[in-house]
Nanobody, 125 residues
Framework: VQLQASGGGLVQAGGSLRLSCVAS????????MAWFRQAPGKERKFVAT????????HYAASVKGRFTISRDIRENTVYLQMNGLTPDDTAVYYC???????????????????WGQGTQVTVSS
């Protein structure tokens, strides 16, 4: 499985960005997908996940109500719409695919076996 993330950039506080993650094969329709982020000097943290069915999503408390994860199975792409960005959202954002197909959603990085290269999001105050 190959994942290619894009869409990061520099934005002012209160602004928006949409991240995209293009996956190989039929990954998005058969794997739970997720976004994680890692700020400088900090551990990688869960941001959002969407089940392989597309019917269930889950968010970290810090982004709930501001971020939306979605997918397009025809394009084999997962998106992360980020609104109301703050400097605390500054990080490298990684998309990930679950290790096992047709698996439940998870917030644990260990449950995801394929990772994109990351895309930098910087929010200025």
């Amino acid at each position: 499985v190959q994942l290619q993330a894009s869409g990061g950039g520099l934005v002012q506080a209160g602004g928006s960005l949409r991240l995209s993650c293009v996956a190989s094969e039929d990954t998005v329709s058969s794997n739970t997908m997720a976004w994680f982020r890692q700020a400088p000097g900090k551990e990688r943290k869960f941001v959002a996940t969407i089940a392989w069915t597309g019917a269930v999503t889950h968010y970290a408390a810090s982004v709930k109500g501001r971020f939306t994860i979605s997918r397009d199975i025809r394009e084999n792409t997962v998106y992360l719409q980020m609104n109301g960005l703050t400097p605390d959202d500054t990080a490298v954002y990684y998309c990930a695919a679950a290790r096992r197909k047709f698996w439940v959603i998870s917030t644990l990085a260990a449950d995801f076996g394929s990772w994109g290269q990351g895309t930098q999001v910087t929010v200025s105050s």
